[in-house]
């Protein structure tokens, strides 16, 4: 066979899912072995949830990417405009806790992810303060002008500290009215700054500005091995529940092959591998890990035991409201 004729059988699937570390991650190590088995190639498309939403959108009816990977709240956005097709059943799937398939199986997690407090080890050190231990340490006055936020319109960290702050003030997932009243005069003094993504937050303790901040426990473990003074807290109230889900997108040109590699990304040897080469968590319990990266499940399990999860269908649907009113009276 010639090397054109071997070429034109060579399939391709497109994912969309984040750029950088996942990008990485997945092309370098997580592929490979799936598109050897299946002689496909399977190129990302990067960008970020709402990036890889707006294009699913856009093409629905003639999908052009086979599969997306999207935040859990946009994910449940995207099932509800019709753009994932149910999975199939398989032996993954089973091994996959509830808390991690969504709407009937139209999406599985991918990773499982915590938002809690990250703080700078070396900033409490330097204060001799104490680590932090609640939701509630964000409005505690000796942190003034040290607390950095993620904007709650634009973060699924922001508006997860917002909302476990709502639910300390006696509200619920569909009242915010608590949080709307009390930020202003208890959080708010401490932001120094309220910043787009989460990009920024290491950049910022670095130079001193940021000593707590809402993050995640896999992006913490990322930079400490990175040399970065930093430390994770579930709060006592618990940490949300931040899962990485991906979905088959309907009407797309290739949807066996679609449904294949999504179940091949759930399997134990692809989680693990996601696991040791990018600190993805992974959904499926079945998973066996070695050395660093079962110590980091191992904590990860024990926080999840507590977790939190959101109510996606009223948060997304009273979102618009709440991102104008942030505007209008937080971050103005």
Not at 10 to 28: H, V
Not at 161 to 184: C, E, H, I, Y
Not at 210 to 215: E, G, I, K, T, V
Request: hydrophobic share 45%.
């Amino acid at each position: 066979m010639t090397a054109q004729a071997a070429q034109a059988q060579t399939k391709t699937l497109y994912i969309g899912m984040n750029g950088g570390n996942m990008e990485r991650t997945y092309t370098q190590f997580v592929f490979p072995p799936f598109e050897k088995a299946n002689n496909v190639k399977v190129v990302v498309v990067p960008g970020t949830s709402t990036d890889i939403l707006a294009k699913a959108q856009a093409a629905k009816g003639k999908a052009q990417m086979h599969a997306m990977v999207l935040d859990d709240g946009i994910m449940v956005r995207a099932i509800g405009m019709g753009l994932c097709e149910k999975l199939k059943p398989s032996a993954n799937l089973s091994a996959v806790p509830p808390i991690a398939r969504l709407k009937d199986d139209h999406a599985v997690g991918l990773s499982m992810g915590l938002i809690g407090l990250g703080y700078s080890t070396k900033i409490f050190a330097e204060k001799g303060w104490a680590a932090p231990t609640s939701w509630s340490d964000l409005a505690d006055p000796r942190f003034k002008g040290k607390v950095v936020v993620q904007s709650m319109p634009a973060s699924s960290f922001g508006l997860s500290a917002f909302l476990m702050f709502n639910r300390l003030k006696g509200g619920t997932d569909k009242n915010v009215d608590p949080a709307f009243k009390a930020w202003s005069t208890s959080i708010g003094p401490n932001v120094v700054e309220y910043i787009p993504n989460s990009s920024k937050v290491v950049e910022m303790m670095q130079a001193g500005d940021a000593a707590l901040f809402p993050y995640t426990l896999t992006q913490v473990e990322l930079m400490k091995s990175k040399g970065m003074p930093m430390e994770f807290v579930g709060p006592k109230e618990g940490a949300v529940v931040l899962l990485t889900a991906q979905c088959v997108l309907a009407d797309n040109p290739d949807a066996e092959l679609a449904h294949k590699l999504v179940d091949y990304l759930i399997s134990p040897d692809a989680q693990a591998l996601a696991m040791e080469n990018g600190s993805y968590n992974p959904v499926n319990p079945k998973t066996v890990l070695k050395g660093k990266a079962a110590d980091e499940q191992a904590r990860m399990n024990a926080i999840l035991k507590t977790a939190a999860t959101l109510d996606w269908d009223v948060i997304n649907a009273e979102r618009p409201e709440w991102n104008k009113r942030w505007n209008r009276t937080v971050e103005r």
